[in-house]
């Protein structure tokens, strides 16, 4: 009897990692060819117009915990 519920988990494990594989690769191949890099469409705006010196940059990394 335990043998059977040992076959019966393992399967169950199997396929749930067979159903997870093809669901990953079903998701990789959605955004395979998206180009994440392209420019923007439509009006832009720049949102830093400052420019920092590098000690400021460095103290304000360090004041936000980042």
């Given at each position: 009897?335990?043998?059977?519920?040992?076959?019966?988990?393992?399967?169950?494990?199997?396929?749930?990692?067979?159903?997870?594989?093809?669901?990953?690769?079903w998701i990789h191949s959605e955004y395979e060819?998206?180009?994440?890099?392209?420019?923007?469409?439509?009006?832009?705006?720049?949102?830093?117009?400052?420019?920092?010196?590098?000690?400021?940059?460095?103290?304000?990394f360090y004041q936000n915990g980042?």
């Open positions: 009897m335990i043998v059977i519920d040992v076959i019966k988990v393992a399967i169950l494990f199997i396929a749930c990692t067979i159903l997870f594989y093809y669901a990953i690769q060819d998206m180009h994440r890099y392209d420019r923007p469409k439509g009006s832009m705006l720049k949102v830093d117009m400052k420019n920092n010196g590098t000690l400021a940059q460095i103290v304000r980042e």
